[in-house]
């Protein structure tokens, strides 16, 4: 079976996430259901060539509580794949805000003709230079009902990036693995069964 592993990230949390489906694909090597395993991992603005892959795994930063515009170019590629989405976002993870977001990516995925497998969502940090940013403008403008006052800075969201700074964990990388795995396998027996 082949897999691909695309991700978009600025900051490399995304990636983080990547890199440890890739690696925790070779578990899958103990499943009959599994043939040889051939996997890749790349950023989608390499433009990886995903035409043979079974099963694709695509990941991306939360931006506006859906993914970056590039990255919705890229989803023509996948049209007839089974695809496992994933995100990271700056927000908590069991949030409304978290699951409108991971909604979004699996309904542009299923909306470019691809089978959603299964998605993942969980924290990232958000970039200090972001951080900085918000303290800066916030201050300046939140007497002026400033439209993205929603992103004023106060000390309690200081206390939350603080929190947030060393995600995603080596647990929430490992529950992302295992979630994959678990939906690769499922998915093949149900293929299975029709067959
Ligand atoms: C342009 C931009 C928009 C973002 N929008 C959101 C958002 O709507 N909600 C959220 O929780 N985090 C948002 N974030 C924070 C990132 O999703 C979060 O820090 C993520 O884990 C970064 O992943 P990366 O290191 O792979 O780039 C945004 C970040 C950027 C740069």
Redesign the pocket.
């Known amino acids: 079976m082949k897999f691909a592993i695309i ?10 996430v990547a890199e440890a489906l890739y690696a925790g694909l070779d578990q899958l090597k103990a499943y009959p259901e599994i043939s040889q395993i051939a996997k890749s991992i790349d950023n989608f603005r390499n433009k990886p060539d995903v035409s043979d892959a079974d099963i694709v795994a695509l ?8 993914m ?1 515009d590039d990255l919705k170019k890229f989803l023509p590629n996948l049209k007839g794949k089974r695809v496992f989405v994933f ?5 908590f993870a069991e949030s409304e ?2 699951f409108k ?1 991971i909604q979004s990516g699996v309904n542009l995925v299923k909306a470019a003709g691809a089978e959603v497998i299964g998605s993942y969502v969980c ?5 200090p230079d ?1 951080i900085a940013r918000f303290k800066s403008i916030a201050e300046s403008k939140m007497e002026e009902n400033w439209p993205m006052h929603h992103h004023a800075f106060t000390p309690e969201k200081g206390l939350r990036y603080e929190l ?1 700074k060393n ?2 964990t080596k647990l929430e990388c490992e529950l992302a693995s295992e979630r994959f795995n678990e939906r690769v396998i499922l998915s093949e027996k149900i293929l299975n069964l029709h067959k």
């Open positions: 991700y978009s990230s600025l900051t490399g949390c995304t990636k983080r990941g991306y930063f939360v931006s506006q509580a859906s970056e995100c990271t976002l700056a927000y805000h978290a977001s924290n990232g940090a958000l970039a972001i947030f995600h995603p």
